[in-house]
């Protein structure tokens, strides 16, 4: 599974043909949830850092 973390910076964007699902801005806890339902491959555009935790460095580590 490819799972890309974008918000504004893509929208309108069309990444299902190239079997992407493309996912709302990441926050603390989404890429370790993405890699337990089976994504390979994480793309991180946006993220959530003003009113919920941002992802931690230890997190995007894991994924990798």
């Known amino acids: 599974m ?3 973390f974008a918000g504004p910076t ?3 964007a069309d990444f299902s ?3 992407y699902e493309i ?3 990441a926050m603390q806890g989404d890429v370790y949830k993405a890699v337990f339902e089976g994504a390979n491959v994480i ?3 946006d993220g959530i850092y003003e009113h919920v ?3 931690w460095h230890k997190e ?3 994924g990798l």
């Open 53 to 55: 935790p941002a992802i």
């Open 2 to 4: 490819r799972v890309i």
């Open 23 to 25: 996912r709302p801005p």
């Open 17 to 19: 043909d190239a079997g």
């Open 60 to 62: 995007i580590l894991f």
């Open 10 to 12: 893509l929208y309108g």
């Open 43 to 45: 793309g991180l555009v």
